[in-house]
DNA sequence: CTGTTAGCGCCTTCAC
DNA sequence: GTGAAGGCGCTAACAG
């Protein structure tokens, strides 16, 4: 592979006069310029990444830890986020923690050791060795849809408060009152905020108040499967179910069609927060609170790199849309 | 951050020493091993990767350019590709093309740039200047799902036979003769395979030969649904609907909605070329060829490995598993 | 505007 | 088993 030395030899100048053409620096002439130019291109010349980094002490790469990339709602982010730093000539290395602590500080540990230039970062619970000793440097952080305690590097996420409250305003228009809700794990900020937003606004919509009628999963299909059977057990029988996030619909409306069967789950309509396309054609179709992934990934990726041009960044709350799928709606 | 000067300084001994214990060579004294091994954690002490790359030209790092990253496929795919890579000590870059040349080559610049030890490669459609380049240099590379002509890399990728032969005896079991069959693109090797293996099974699964039931469209919804359109306007009225991919059935449902409404689509049954969890909720619930995205990215990262390794990888063809929802079914 | 050179952090050979 | 030193490819600082 050639070198910058290699291109300079065929051009017939010395490595800094190549160095300085090839990284665009103002001061070459025309002359050297083109001549670099062509020897480069003849050569197929690639820089060294790694030795540019070295000398450099910068890496141009943003490392992007999510808890679960096949979750769509960040593959849509990471995708975003990928084309958003593209375009400001950033590389994304994407990792993912499963959902696991110990997983998330040994991705940590590599993107510390590829010396990343910033990091995005979807926390999945409380702080990590890794992670503290992370903070604790002068590391560009900030954080995507989750919050975490004791963290105060700026958080672009969904409004969920908002979200919470197009799904409200469509309940009381269908005129649900036996509502039941499924909520994610309290320790996630997600969880938590969806859950009280909920709880908050419910009675002015008009929906019962009854917290036989609430309970919470895991974010996953079978802890929100698990949620809706103790829904049931409880005697209740719901008009409405609505799910904290798409796979807690998905494990809700398992356990409805499981214990109910297909024809007394056709009777009960489902709202989720996260859209999927698919919704148009379960019976009745379901209606969707929709996160705007990629608006979150953008804007997260350019926080970051406001940070790490030494600019300040403040959090930001993306608004959801409101996907009304069911039988009277103009849609 | 420190650097191995500092651990060796703080250790009392010399830089080769602590580079030595470091990086794991046998020859050091319990001694010295413990004292710098010490100095490390209490440093904080992590290696400067670009540094290493630079000096040991490899940088333990795998390029992964998939065509679409939010296509459920691909991002399953990532992830276990990502898991097994990380288990070998190697890092994952991910990159998306867009389903666009252009962007394709931008990524497969700064995968060149990066020195990466080698290329998982999802191709878009034919060779690209770029990727020309790549194929003549001695970077190991695999080829993930889909094929590309003039080029031998090993591939590893769905037994899409194997997955049509399994959709073809399901309608032969269930009944069908009037089928539709929406494909993908001819351009594409899934695409092509998936079109050659329906026409090729269908008489023999009793399945109406009349090729007016046929039809292509992008392996997107929007062209899957004009190709359904089609068929629709040729005055054909199937009674099962086979999909050529997730995203083909998605349009193909739509179209049969929008076209009959949802009283008479509820009659025609679908199957789809990869699976979704959502079909469960279908009326009817649609059964669909499961592909084993996590095993194929594995096994592409296993051929990878061996590549790199000085070694030989062989094709492997990933087989499918039918998931049956009908009413008839166990399920 | 251009040439020369030091040195980024690490690994690895060469002596001892 | 250990220390010393060269050099990977590049950029930036310094002369000219």
């Not at 993107?111 to 590391?139: H, N, V």
């Not at 994610?184 to 905020?193: D, I, K, N, V, Y």
């Not at 030494?310 to 009304?324: C, E, K, M, V, Y």
Request: hydrophobic residues 45%.
């Amino acid at each position: 592979m050639a070198t910058i030395k290699d291109v300079a030899a065929r051009a017939g100048v010395a490595v800094g006069t190549a160095s300085r053409v090839l990284s665009g620096s103002p001061q070459t002439s025309p002359d050297s310029r083109s001549r670099v130019l062509a020897a480069a291109a003849e050569l197929g010349y690639i820089a060294n990444g790694p030795a540019r980094s070295l000398r450099r002490a910068r890496t141009d790469v943003l490392g992007l830890l999510v808890s679960d990339i096949r979750n769509p709602f960040f593959s849509e982010l990471a995708h975003a986020a990928e084309q958003e730093a593209r375009a400001h000539g950033y590389t994304v290395i994407l990792a993912n923690a499963n959902e696991d602590a110990a997983q998330a500080d040994a991705v940590l540990d590599v993107f510390a050791s590829q010396r990343i230039d910033g990091l995005l970062l979807s926390p999945q619970g409380p702080k990590t060795p890794r992670l503290e000793a992370l903070l604790a440097s002068d590391l560009p952080i900030v954080l995507l849809n989750r919050s975490i305690e004791g963290v105060d590097a700026p958080l672009y996420g969904t409004d969920n408060a908002g979200g919470v409250a197009q799904a409200l305003k469509w309940l009381q228009r269908r005129g649900h009152r036996d509502v039941a809700f499924i909520g994610g794990p309290e320790t996630f900020s997600t969880g938590a905020e969806r859950h009280d937003a909920y709880l908050a606004g419910r009675e002015a919509h008009g929906i019962c108040t009854d917290d036989a009628l609430v309970d919470a999963g895991d974010f996953l299909a079978d802890g929100a499967a698990e949620a809706m059977l103790r829904i049931l057990d409880r005697g209740a029988l719901p008009t409405a179910v609505f799910g904290a996030n798409g796979q807690t619909t998905l494990g809700a409306m398992r356990a409805v069609h499981e214990r109910l069967g297909a024809e007394a789950a056709s009777l009960i309509e489902f709202v989720s927060f996260d859209d999927v396309e698919w919704f148009a054609f379960m019976s009745p179709p379901v209606s969707a609170v929709k996160n705007d992934a990629p608006e979150i990934g953008r804007a997260g990726v350019r926080g970051l790199l406001a940070l790490i041009n030494g600019g300040t960044a403040t959090s930001q709350r993306i608004a959801t849309t409101f996907i009304d799928r069911s039988a009277g709606s103009a849609a």
